[in-house]
């Protein structure tokens, strides 16, 4: 940074020469406000950081001005001005009375909240061109560097997320350095919108949310249900041949079994309001895991039943803003696939191993091949030995050591009460997801005062383990939506075959080839409209069904089947026991 002589704000003046693409964004946040105000004066501004993948700008617009999509395109011909006089980024240092005498004498009350907030003495200015925010920087050196940008999107916003501060209007914005990098980003965000889970959810008939009765609850429609068994079926077997047993747990509870597990005092916030039963407080609850450790204490245990493994497809219940309720991405009501595991110090290495070996099986199973691994260490305030605590940080090291995948760590991002491993899959537009986490608990055997008796006798604590493969099937589903665009593969479509007669003579062979494939365990539709084939074929192609079976005069005289795949078009004359071999074979495979 380079000094340079003071400006009329006082102070020393410095300005950035070197920039990578986030402060290229943040830089085009202020060009942005500045275009805003500009527009429209007497705009009061809110906080505009560069986020992933852009930058968003807060507003409090002049009464009676409203902003919409429509006048996006108008802000941004104002940037490019604002963008083409190259004006320089100006850092000014300030006293905190200095820099609050400059935003009261524009009457900017947030900036104004956010100084006060501030506890050094001394805090930053930037301007550029007539231009001035609060910001701790950096920026660019000006604003000729901000590059190709785009305006995305209007959105509301609450001042700070809180619902009792005044609603803002959010402009949401993207930067690139160059115009070809702005196109494919473009072009990324026109292939997210056609995979958009909940358009296609719609189109096929999968879910629908309870926004008038219920906003961030799902209900889940014959197709997607269907999905989610085959999922549930799945997890369900795999869990039964890796040593689980499989429980189910109540959805509400005395306040006190909360108090007890410390989310009262920590996770009070995203917990539901307590409901009077015979005048005591319930709960919905927000975790599974009490009720895991309520299972473990029913009776006394000993070593030689360890390790003790419990998993559920536990539904819970927490309380999300509405601002941030996203289709099945972030809902209120949403099942865990959760399980708990008890076990010693000198089965904590294999247990680790063992789960992360489940889920990277049960997420490549999902057509899943990309992830990004972190372990996360131990933070600053943490609960345990430091004994357990290398124990257990060990244990994942080893685990991810032997899974041969690339894996980095978070320094002290780890939860208070022990280290993990989180997952995060890549989709096929290249997206990622958090989905396995594979948590070590020292916290909750302490506060629920578990233990299991040694072979001599003595009662010594256990090491809990918590570990959930897919996070929410909602939130799962809704990846799962996004990564095939809907196009299931045949062992997750909610129907696999539909058959299709050409006309009325051909439907008892129809029939017999439908009622062939019920009995084999396969979803079938039977077609038997009086329509153009063309027509049956296209909708079912719309509904994205793996295969259909085309019955006509030809195949119901010589017992054959016409079959035509989704990915694969016309794959000619096939004989019945041959078709139902190729359906049992993409299922067993999980092609």
Not at 152 to 176: D, Q
Not at 223 to 248: C, P, Q, T
Not at 387 to 395: G, I, K, R, V, Y
């Amino acid at each position: 940074m380079q000094e340079v002589p003071s400006s009329i704000l006082g102070g020393p003046t410095i300005f950035m020469t070197g920039y990578d693409l986030e402060t290229i964004r943040h830089s085009a946040a202020h060009v942005m406000a500045s275009a805003v105000k500009r527009i429209w004066p007497g705009t009061k501004l809110g906080i505009g950081p560069a986020v992933e993948d852009g930058f968003y700008y807060d507003f409090l617009l002049p009464e009676g001005v409203k902003i919409s999509d429509a006048d996006l395109q108008r802000i941004e011909d104002v940037m490019n001005e604002i963008i083409a006089k190259d004006l320089p980024f100006e850092r000014i240092l300030v006293s905190k009375e200095e820099a609050r005498q400059i935003f009261e004498d524009l009457g900017e009350v947030f900036k104004i909240e956010l100084i006060d907030e501030i506890p050094e003495d001394f805090v930053s200015i930037y301007k550029h061109g007539d231009f001035v925010d609060l910001c701790r920087g950096p920026h660019i050196s000006s604003t000729k560097l901000v590059g190709a940008v785009r305006l995305l999107k209007v959105a509301g916003a609450y001042w700070k997320g809180i619902e009792s501060n005044p609603m803002l209007t959010r402009i949401y914005g993207t930067a690139f350095e160059t115009k070809e990098d702005l196109d494919k980003y473009l072009k990324f965000l026109e292939e997210a919108a056609r995979r958009d889970h909940r358009r296609i959810g719609t189109e096929l008939g999968l879910f629908s949310m309870m926004d008038e009765y219920g906003p961030g609850l799902v209900l889940w429609h014959p197709k997607g249900a269907m999905v989610r068994k085959v999922i549930e079926d799945f997890w369900r077997s795999e869990h039964i041949k890796n040593g689980y047993d499989l429980v189910f747990t109540p959805h509400i509870a005395r306040l006190d079994l909360w108090k007890t597990s410390g989310h009262l005092d920590f996770y009070r916030e995203n917990m539901y309001t307590p409901m009077d039963v015979d005048g005591v407080e319930y709960e919905l609850k927000p975790m599974n895991c009490p009720f895991h450790i309520l299972i473990y204490k029913s009776r006394l245990r000993s070593y030689r039943e360890f390790p003790m493994r419990f998993a559920e497809l536990g539904t819970v219940y927490r309380y999300e803003r509405s601002g941030v309720l996203h289709g099945l991405m972030r809902v209120r009501g949403f099942t865990q696939d959760d399980a708990h595991i008890f076990c010693t110090k000198e089965q904590l290495n294999k247990e680790i191993k063992g789960v992360l070996d489940l889920s990277l099986f049960m997420l490549k199973s999902f057509g899943f091949s990309e992830f990004d691994v972190r372990l996360s260490t131990k933070p600053e305030k943490y609960v345990g030995s430091d004994e357990n605590w290398e124990l257990a940080t060990s244990a994942l090291t080893a685990a991810l050591d032997d899974s041969n995948i690339e894996w980095s760590v978070d320094e002290g991002e780890g939860v208070f009460y022990g280290p993990k491993i989180d997952i995060k899959i890549k989709d096929s537009i290249g997206r990622k997801w958090q989905c396995s986490t594979i948590q070590v608990d020292f916290n909750l055997p302490e506060r629920f005062d578990i233990y299991y008796v040694e072979s001599d006798g003595q009662r010594t604590r256990p090491i809990m383990i918590h570990r959930a493969l897919m996070g929410s099937l909602e939130r799962f589903f809704g990846v799962l939506i996004e990564h095939f665009a809907g196009a299931f593969p045949v062992w997750l479509a909610p129907v696999q075959v539909r058959i299709l007669t050409i006309s009325d003579k051909h439907i008892d062979y129809g029939t017999s080839v439908f009622d062939r494939l019920l009995k084999e365990g396969f979803r079938a539709e039977l077609d038997r409209r009086n329509e153009k084939l063309g027509l049956k074929i296209r909708e079912a192609e719309l509904e994205k069904i793996p295969y259909m079976v085309i019955i006509g005069d030809k195949e119901a005289a010589s017992g054959m089947l016409s079959v035509r795949s989704r990915m694969d078009g016309d794959l000619g004359a096939k004989t019945p026991d041959d078709f139902v071999g190729l359906l049992r074979e993409k299922v067993l495979n999980r092609n």
